[in-house]
């Protein structure tokens, strides 16, 4: 299975840095997941449980309150004020 580098991080902490497999969110246009390869894309988060699932295979949940998605060809970053 391929995977991409992913970090999920707000300003005063770090939710997750590493390789994902998918991350799966509510982007300003609707329900996006995001695999490696995905093209590249800027889109704005709505508030949202999120889910990450990792190359060993754990599935990491958490909450953003709404922020920023960037993916790169080397990078998937997801940037919010704040997560839980």
């Known amino acids: ?12 902490k770090c939710f997750f ?19 490696a390869g995905h093209i590249p894309l800027v889109t704005t988060v709505r508030p949202c449980d999120f889910s990450i699932e990792t ?6 949940e958490g909450h953003t309150d709404g922020g920023i998605l960037n993916v790169a060809t080397d ?3 997801l940037m919010s004020a704040s997560f839980s």
């Open 75 to 77: 990078c998937v970053t």
């Open 17 to 35: 840095e590493g390789e994902a497999v998918n991350l799966s969110l509510r982007a300003a246009e609707g329900d996006l997941a995001v695999m």
């Open 1 to 12: 299975m391929n995977n991409f580098k992913l970090k999920v991080i707000s300003p005063d």
């Open 55 to 60: 190359v060993s295979g754990e599935i990491l």
